[in-house]
Nanobody, 117 residues
Framework: QVQVQESGGGSVQAGGSLRLSCTFSGIRLSMYEMYWYRQPPGNEREFVARISNPGATTYADAVKGRFTIVRDNAKSSVYLQMDSLSPEDTGVYYC???????????WGQGTQVTVSS
């Protein structure tokens, strides 16, 4: 059984930083591409960042240069370092593992990030 544990959300003032963590159990993380998505209030879920294995990264334009996605396969974890946060970054953040082969797709439970001006 696959379990996913997200942590690290919270409230911060504009310009601050947060680090989100997501740990998977029951899968071999090296077989998955890792993503972070977010859902702003009243909006649909949107792509934030992606990291392949071994580590090529892609970012949404809105976060490029401010957010960094990192993976640690040995710890079965993926992280999202968020710097220079703005109120537009407010939302529920979700981690996601998509299998490189096949259809396996696992999601975290979501963690709230609130940035005040």
């Amino acid at each position: 059984q696959v379990q996913v544990q997200e942590s690290g959300g919270g409230s911060v003032q504009a310009g601050g930083s947060l680090r989100l963590s997501c740990t998977f159990s029951g899968i071999r993380l090296s077989m998955y591409e890792m993503y972070w998505y977010r859902q702003p209030p009243g909006n649909e879920r949107e792509f934030v960042a992606r990291i392949s294995n071994p580590g090529a990264t892609t970012y949404a334009d809105a976060v490029k240069g401010r957010f960094t996605i990192v993976r640690d396969n040995a710890k079965s974890s993926v992280y999202l370092q968020m710097d220079s946060l703005s109120p537009e970054d407010t939302g529920v953040y979700y981690c996601n593992a998509k299998a490189r082969k096949g259809w396996s797709d696992y999601w975290g439970q979501g963690t709230q990030v609130t940035v005040s001006s």
